[in-house]
């Protein structure tokens, strides 16, 4: 467990939080209070862990591909101008 | 103006490696095959056309990104197809603040299961890729750009030209938004019942 020196933020304040957390977009002091109360609270734990997993199933889209027609027809408009 | 060859190799080598991450981006907004090419051939037109004002060829992947984003909004108001691109910052409602977490947890349960983590397991690709078609396209656009291109906050703001607290309320409304339409889903399919209760504010 983390330093108790954090102030322990409300549920509420946490659940502000909880997107800037999982998109990496938060820091230093913050991030630390946020960690600090995902340590006590099951609850707003298990709330990061579903945005999370439900982020990761998002990222999971990422695998689709162009096609080679489409590729070609890039190519040709390129040469056009 | 006509573009020398060192311009269109230069063009070439730099699009032809990003040309995956323009057709998933143009899918996902067009959500048909079709439309999605020409999205993306459309772009390379105008990318061509105003190749020259790059200045830091670096940055060419956002600066395509924003090129596409532009294009699709135009090509909305042409074809009258999809959505028309129309949003207030401030008209929240409450599809906007609906946490399904909130909706299929059951802390009661404590350690011995996760309602919420195995609905989302459940979920077929289809249907994420579903729910994501049905939510107003700016909404979906910095989604898609967040979760599936795994880009930053300010790497959006720049693409979109808007303030970073703006990327942040879009991204919040969008997740909600598809999380209202995975829910509704869910619940259509029968993998979750219907319960009645108020929506948790994030």
């Known amino acids: 467990m983390k330093k108790s020196n954090h102030k322990n933020i409300s549920c509420e304040e946490a659940l502000k939080r909880v997107f800037d957390y999982i998109d990496d977009h938060i820091q230093n002091t913050s991030r630390d209070e946020f960690e600090y109360h995902i340590e006590l609270c099951r609850h707003c734990f298990d709330r990061v862990e579903f945005e999370k997993l439900l982020k990761s199933r998002l990222q999971a889209l990422r695998y689709k591909r162009s096609s080679e027609w489409l590729r070609e027809r890039v190519e040709d408009i390129i040469a056009e101008f | ?202």
Not at chain 2, 122 to 130: G, P, V
Request: with cysteine.
């Open chain 2, 1 to 202: 103006m006509k573009l020398t060859s060192e311009e269109q190799r230069q063009l070439k080598d730099r699009v032809l490696p990003l040309l995956d991450d323009l057709h998933r981006l143009a899918y996902h907004l067009c959500h048909d095959e079709n439309d999605t090419e020409d999205l993306v051939a459309e772009t390379i037109k105008k990318a061509c056309e105003k190749f020259r004002t790059l200045r830091d060829h670096g940055k060419i992947k956002p600066w395509l990104f924003r090129i596409l984003r532009n294009t699709f909004v135009s090509l909305c108001r042409e074809r009258k197809k999809y959505a028309t691109i129309k949003y207030q910052e401030d008209n929240e409602n409450e599809d906007e603040r609906f946490s399904l977490f909130a909706e299929v947890s059951q802390p009661f349960l404590l350690w011995w299961g996760n309602p919420e983590r195995e609905l989302v397991n459940k979920l077929l690709e289809e249907d994420i890729k579903q729910a994501l078609s049905e939510i107003q396209p700016e909404f979906r656009f910095v989604v898609v750009l967040c979760d599936v291109e795994g880009l930053s906050y300010r790497e959006i703001s720049n693409i979109l030209d808007i303030p970073i607290g703006t990327v942040r309320s879009r991204i919040a409304r969008g997740r909600s938004m598809l999380q209202r339409k995975l829910y509704d889903h869910a619940v259509e399919k029968g993998l979750i019942r219907k319960r009645d209760r108020h929506y948790e504010k994030i």
